[in-house]
């Protein structure tokens, strides 16, 4: 091999060619390629440490092994440890991503002001901002403990030197594009100064029982590496989105060995911090219009959760030939899709007519399961008549005008009778998951044509 080369890595998935291009065949994402120094693996990585260590542990029986059952952290957010599958288990790596300024920071440093509360080993270690800068975000935050350590540092080997000296229980790295290894001669945030790092730390989670939590910026331009490139170094990837216009904040789990994925947390900014939201459903459908037309209450499950949030629609005769559909928190070609099946199915003219379609709250989905409520909202907004205020819809629409069954249906109608809605629009086929729920008016459609009759 060719001593001193250079490797090519795509910031954004971890991709790596011997040859620079400009899109990347992996994950397809355009200008992320940046060239780094091909690293010897072999110099520095935790096979040669471990090896030259001997040989620790030998093989034992499954059964030997404690199983280590209900011993998790809580992080004293009943909506964090909603995601983490019921608190973060010990010895864990969670690496928390999302852009620049949504709240990684500030989640986090509440978490520890949780934690230290009852643990006396809580460490802080943040590259990015000083102590002072920290104490500033910690005052608004409110008490804090003096169990809590801080500390500025991005050097990986003095991080570690600390973590073994001082054993915390919990640490976290904010965040892990900033820290870097002397041995390896990419600048710090390259895909390999990333990794590296990561394994550093997972090695230290592993052997020594630190619960570690990695802050990774998503990142729009290809010059730092993204948090996807360390997602299977991981135990548990959370992502924190959410509008930047929009108060709140959804920390949605993508992977979790301890846990099921999809889960999401909903959380709202204010001036002292995040604060979570109990009733995501309450909150999504504030300040919604009553009896307005275009407006329809969906139904939407996010993980085991189900979610009640207004799908909008506005229908207007096009001035021009070609008509105009914008969809915002839902793919555009699916709103096309519905309105072809409007079209064809119902005689609706709706390819002389713009159609924009919004998810109010700025939520982003992509169940089928809106299908229903998103076409009674084109239709109502058409015709210019409101659908009740006290309905929720939900089912899926197929291309011949069916409403077709979608999974749990039974935990949508009761988050609808939750929130004091009086009638339920659903797939006829769903019907029968729905048991024992009485005070609300079940009614199944088989078609869009039956549910048409709901309008007005
Ligand atoms: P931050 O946690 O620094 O984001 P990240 O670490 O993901 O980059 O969040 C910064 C934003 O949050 C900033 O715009 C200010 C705002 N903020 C509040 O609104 N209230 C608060 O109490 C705090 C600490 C921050
Ligand atoms: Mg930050």
Same mark, same amino acid.
Not at 198 to 225: D, P, S
Not at 347 to 352: D, I, K, Y
């Given at each position: !091999? ?7 890595? $795509?910031?954004? #998935? ?58 998790? =952290? ?8 909603? @995601? =983490? +599958? ?25 978490? $520890? ?7 006396? %080993?809580? =460490? ?6 000083? =102590? ?9 935050? %409110? ?8 500390? #500025? ?43 590296? *790092? ?6 230290? *989670? ?27 170094? @991981? ?6 989105? +959410? ?5 709140? &904040? ?40 009553? +009896? ?6 969906? $139904? ?10 207004? @799908?909008?629609?506005?229908? #207007? ?6 008509? &105009? ?9 699916? @709103? ?58 939900? %089912? ?11 999974? !749990? ?46 309008? %007005?």
């Amino acid at each position: !091999m060719k001593k001193g080369g250079t490797v090519f890595f $795509c910031q954004s #998935c971890g991709y790596e060619s011997a040859k620079w291009s400009g899109q990347c065949p992996a994950c397809r994402q355009w200008n992320t390629f940046a060239e780094e120094p091909a690293a010897p693996r072999v110099k520095n990585g935790a096979a040669v440490r471990k090896r030259s260590g001997g040989l620790k542990n030998g093989p034992v029986s499954l059964k030997e092994v404690a199983s280590g059952d209900g011993e998790r =952290l809580s992080t004293g957010m009943g909506e964090l440890d909603q @995601v =983490l +599958g019921g608190g973060l288990v010990p010895g864990s790596l969670v690496l928390v991503g999302g852009d620049p300024g949504i709240g990684k920071s500030t989640l986090l440093l509440q978490v $520890c002001r949780n934690l230290s509360v009852t643990l006396s %080993g809580v =460490l802080y270690i943040s590259g990015e901002e000083s =102590l002072q800068q920290i104490r500033l975000r910690a005052s608004r935050i %409110g008490e804090f403990q003096d169990t809590l350590k801080l500390m #500025c540092e991005t050097n990986l080997a003095d991080i570690e030197e600390v973590m073994l000296r001082e054993k915390p229980v919990v640490a976290v790295i904010d965040s892990i594009q900033t820290m870097y290894q002397e041995d390896i001669s990419s600048a710090p945030g390259s895909v390999s100064q990333v990794r590296e *790092a990561t394994g550093v730390l997972l090695r230290l *989670a592993k052997e020594q029982g630190i619960t570690i939590l990695i802050v990774g910026h998503v990142t729009k331009e290809g010059t730092v590496a993204g948090p996807r490139v360390l997602e299977h170094m @991981v135990d548990t990837v959370l992502y924190f989105e +959410g509008d930047r216009h929009a108060s709140y &904040r959804i920390l949605r789990g993508v992977k979790n060995r301890f846990g099921s994925t999809n889960e999401i947390g909903v959380f709202e900014m204010q001036e002292d911090g995040l604060k979570e939201v109990a009733n995501p459903s309450e909150y999504m459908l504030s300040g919604r219009p009553e +009896g307005a037309s275009g407006s329809v209450v969906a $139904c939407t499950m996010e993980g085991t959760r189900p979610m009640l949030l207004e @799908v909008q629609a506005l229908v #207007c005769r096009t001035n021009f030939g070609l008509p &105009r559909r914008t969809a915002a928190g839902i793919d555009c070609n699916r @709103v096309n899709l519905l309105l072809a099946v409007l079209e064809k199915r119902l005689n609706l003219p709706f390819s002389s007519y713009d159609a924009y379609v919004n998810i109010a709250g700025g939520l982003r989905l992509s169940e089928p399961a809106m299908d229903l409520a998103l076409v009674l909202a084109l239709i109502s907004s058409y015709r210019d008549v409101p659908v009740s205020g006290r309905t929720i819809v939900f %089912g899926e629409v197929g291309l011949s005008g069916e409403v077709r069954a979608v999974s !749990m249906a039974q935990q949508r109608v009761q988050e609808a009778k939750k929130l004091g809605f009086t009638r339920v629009l659903l797939p006829r086929s769903s019907m029968e998951q729905v048991k024992n729920i009485s005070g609300i008016e079940i009614l199944g459609v088989a078609a869009v044509k039956d549910a048409l009759r709901f309008i %007005g």
